[in-house]
């Protein structure tokens, strides 16, 4: 059985390793290899070695690091294939799909080669007499990242490119279910030449978690994950004085006015809700339909849901892999039969799909759900899983009301040909990343990622220039050089311009 090992000070290290995870094929339901679990010791370890590796890379001149990201770039660009192959062989997703995924993430690669511009200070000439002001920002440290199982490449890089850009040291805990393709990350990053230490991976579950949370050589810790895992590392990285920025979960509507066009619609709506089985934070998993279209709407999506081919990754014509484990096909079915039992009518059911040749893998087929109402289940959860649900409303006001009265605030959509409402949508919403005829509204590396309310703890979004600035902190100088003869004498006042 192959052992996935930790990667610390540029090597790999099975550490003080005696627990281990397993590590299924999704579309297979066996177990391919096995993960180690990182215990306080190896997370100590890492922290130690970054600890270290940070005291020469924050003094790195601007050009040694963007040479290294740039070389970076390079090799993520040149084995893309491969880390499609990894991603796919272990979360599930489809090869297409996992393609994107590493685009997206090659893409905060690319801003952050261009972080030089950002970290420019400002300067303020003669603020008083013989005194200039300048500020500029320095690195924090050692950092970490936690991050989630669906984009096992992208999430972790929407972190670790922009923090090593501005000079910090970084320690990865990935999901411990498939955590292959960070150990690969690691190794290209010691390809392009970043020192040992500077990026360093430990695996494993909530020991690795919570000594990171607790360690004292850690200044800011990045989390993307389910609300409830995200509301504690919240509290208790910040109860430890560490800077925190904490992404949860979602629950994204698309808001369908009757004037949008409808094959549109439904094309986006069959892509955004079952692409990566609907494992994807910024999935269409609620539709709400406005005005008389509901039927014509529920009829189209579920025409296409039905069309939708699911089986393995390997397979050329699949278009929807398998769920992550078995636990949340189980978790994903029980929310199915729970809205049916609330009184949902079920339009396309995935419970019952078999995959020829792939009958133990972890599938659900992609499942529409009308008439459900917003206090069932299997609306308020974040189901992640390929499951649209299908509300009603009478006016684009009564849809914003109820997509506000949600706890997340993560993605939104809204889809009609007037102008007029989708301002109003836009204006009217409180979520953080809203789409206008487009389902997945994930913003370019040079603006901000994250939600709104339940869907975020903390106050900076990722990558773009709130990223810079989470992983930097200011300083501010005030300078003078005075010439001998200039000397005035000791004043007491608190000092004002003159
Ligand atoms: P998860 O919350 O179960 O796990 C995330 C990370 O936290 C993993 O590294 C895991 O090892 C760790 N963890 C899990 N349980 C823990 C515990 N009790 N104590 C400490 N650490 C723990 O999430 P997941 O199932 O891996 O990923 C899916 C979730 O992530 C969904 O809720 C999805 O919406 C969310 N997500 C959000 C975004 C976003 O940008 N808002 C992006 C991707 C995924």
């Known amino acids: 059985m192959r052992t996935i090992e930790h990667w610390i000070n540029g090597r790999n290290t099975a550490g003080t390793a005696t627990r281990h995870a397993p590590v299924w094929d999704p579309a297979t339901g066996r177990q391919q290899a096995q993960v180690v679990l990182g215990e306080v010791a190896d997370v100590d370890a890492a922290v130690r070695a970054a600890t270290a590796a940070y005291a020469e890379w924050s003094q790195a ?84 990242g936690i991050t989630p199982f669906n984009f096992p490449i992208m999430v972790p890089m929407w972190m670790h490119p922009v923090a090593i850009a501005c000079g910090n040291a970084f320690v990865l805990k990935p999901s411990e279910r498939d955590p292959s393709v960070s150990t690969r990350v690691a190794e290209l990053w010691a ?164 995959v020829a040749g792939a009958e133990e893998g972890f599938f659900v087929g992609p499942t529409v759900l009308d008439a459900v109402t917003p206090e069932m289940d299997v609306y308020r959860d974040e189901v992640f899983g390929p499951v649209l649900v299908v509300l009603r409303a009478d006016t684009v006001d009564e849809a914003i009301a109820l997509v506000n009265a949600n706890p997340y605030g993560n993605g939104t959509a809204v889809f009609t040909s007037s102008g007029e409402a989708a301002r109003r949508f836009v204006r009217g919403v409180q979520v953080g990343m809203v789409g206008v005829n487009v389902p997945i509204p994930v913003p370019m590396a040079y603006y901000s990622f994250g939600g709104w309310k339940d869907s975020l703890f903390g106050d900076k979004h990722m990558h773009g220039p709130e990223g810079v600035s989470f992983y930097t902190r200011a300083k501010v100088v005030t300078a003078r050089w005075p010439r001998v003869e200039q000397a005035t004498g000791a004043s007491y006042h608190f000092p004002t311009a003159t």
Do not use: W
């Not at 990171?212 to 995200?230: N, Q, R, Y």
């Open 61 to 144: 001149s601007l050009s040694a690091r963007t040479k290294v990201l740039f070389a970076f770039r390079e090799l993520v660009n040149a084995r893309t294939d491969e880390l499609c192959e990894l991603v796919s062989a272990e979360h599930g997703k489809v090869l297409s799909d996992a393609r994107g995924e590493v685009q997206r993430g090659l893409e905060v690669v690319e801003f952050a080669c261009g972080l030089p511009s950002f970290l420019k200070g400002d300067y303020s000439d003669q603020v008083s007499g013989g005194i200039d002001v300048y500020s500029y920002r320095e690195p924090l440290g050692v950092v970490a």
């Open 191 to 354: 390809e392009a030449g970043l020192p040992d230490g500077v990026f360093n991976v430990v695996h494993g579950d909530k020991v690795a978690v919570d000594a990171i949370l607790d360690h004292p050589g850690i200044a800011a810790v990045s989390f993307v994950g389910s609300t409830p895992i995200a509301r504690y590392i919240h509290q208790r990285a910040g109860a430890a004085g560490k800077r925190v920025q904490a992404l949860g979960g979602a629950k994204n509507h698309a808001i369908v006015l009757p004037d949008a066009d409808l094959d549109y619609v439904s094309d986006h709506l069959v892509a955004s809700a079952f692409g990566s089985a609907g494992e994807r934070c910024m999935a269409i998993s609620a539709t709400v339909a406005v005005g008389d279209g509901a039927d014509r709407l529920v009829e189209a999506v579920s025409e296409k849901a039905r069309k939708v081919r699911v089986g393995p990754a390997r397979d050329a014509g699949s278009e929807m892999g398998p769920v992550i484990t078995a636990a949340a096909r189980d978790r994903i079915v029980g929310y199915i039969d729970s809205g049916e039992r609330a009184g949902a009518r079920l339009a396309v059911d995935g419970r019952d799909l078999r």
